[in-house]
């Protein structure tokens, strides 16, 4: 692998874009609008994890249309072939040169995994840093909130993807991934909420989920929630969650669990998992 003088990083980027956006013929969509600039960072952090493995990852070209546009941004054009040269290295030297900060991340990702999964409603990164330490790899992630994204990205070194509940969103998930993770949210279903279940767009959000399962069909899911979930609506929202899933051929387990029991932190946090294999 050749050694390079690094041209400029990813936080390089952000402290400029904060003031100036990057934007050219490169960073639109397929729509016509602008790519903003935290879901450029998306786009590019997740094929720069990705573009090793052998996952077809649906946004390749148009992820790096946006590295070369930044390779612009960030050098005026200068050093546009000695980039072009690190390209055509691999992934693993293209990450070393433009982003060394990905490998000072805290939770680095397996270098050769055993089995893939993706990661929705991500949060923080909770059951990332549980599936990663199991030997897998994520190879896609997805969240709304903007803090949570920038912890994210701390942890992991990627930038999650935004609203899942957008078409656009769902169709940037590589088609074939192993298991599905998701925590899902509970508002809809907490005793310290207003309860109104599916009635509540938050209690919809499922359904994404079921959708997102009936397309790539996952060898498993982890799906994660409040304890009120099973006793909701008299059982009625827990009979529609597991008859939703068992119609696509899934055999449904689920516990309610709580973490003082395991984590050995003096914490009294009910949960309910919800554990989904292929019949």
Same mark, same amino acid.
């Given at each position: ?38 879901d450029q960072m998306a786009l590019v952090t997740h094929y720069l994890q990705m573009r090793d493995l ?34 055509r290295e691999g992934g693993m030297a293209l990450q070393q040169y433009l982003f060394p900060e990905l490998?000072?991340?805290?939770f680095p990702a397996q270098e050769n995994p055993s089995f893939t999964f993706i990661d929705l409603f991500?949060? +923080?990164? $909770?059951? @990332?840093?549980? &599936?990663?330490?199991?030997? *897998?790899?994520?190879? !896609? ?49 907490? +005793?310290? $909420?207003? @309860?109104?279940? &599916?009635?509540?767009?938050? *209690?919809?959000?499922? !359904? ?72």
């Open positions: 692998m050749a050694q390079h003088d690094n041209v400029f990083s990813l936080t390089d980027i952000k402290k400029k874009a904060d003031k100036i956006q990057i934007f050219d013929e490169r960073t639109i969509d397929e729509e016509g609008k602008a790519i903003p600039f935290v052998r996952v077809e990852i649906p946004y390749a070209q148009k992820a790096e249309d946006i590295l070369d546009s930044w390779c612009d941004f960030a050098t005026g054009g200068k050093a546009k072939e000695q980039v072009q040269d690190v390209v490998f000072q991340v805290r991500a949060g +923080i990164g $909770g059951f @990332r840093m549980a &599936f990663q330490n199991l030997g *897998g790899k994520c190879v !896609f992630s997805s969240e709304w909130d903007e803090q949570a994204k920038k912890t994210y990205y701390a942890n992991y070194g990627e930038v999650p993807f935004g609203d899942i509940t957008k078409e656009s969103t769902k169709n940037l998930i590589p088609k074939q991934f192993d298991v599905l993770c998701a925590g899902f949210p509970c508002q809809a279903f907490s +005793i310290a $909420g207003y @309860r109104k279940g &599916f009635e509540d767009t938050r *209690g919809t959000l499922f !359904f994404d989920v079921a959708e997102i399962i009936r397309r790539h069909r996952p060898k498993a899911v982890f799906l994660e929630n409040v304890k009120n979930l099973k006793a909701h609506d008299k059982g009625n929202t827990f009979k529609v969650i597991k008859q939703t899933l068992e119609d696509m051929n899934y055999v449904v387990y689920e516990k309610v669990m709580n973490a003082m029991d395991y984590a050995n932190v003096p914490q009294n946090r009910e949960r309910i998992f919800i554990i989904i294999a292929v019949r």
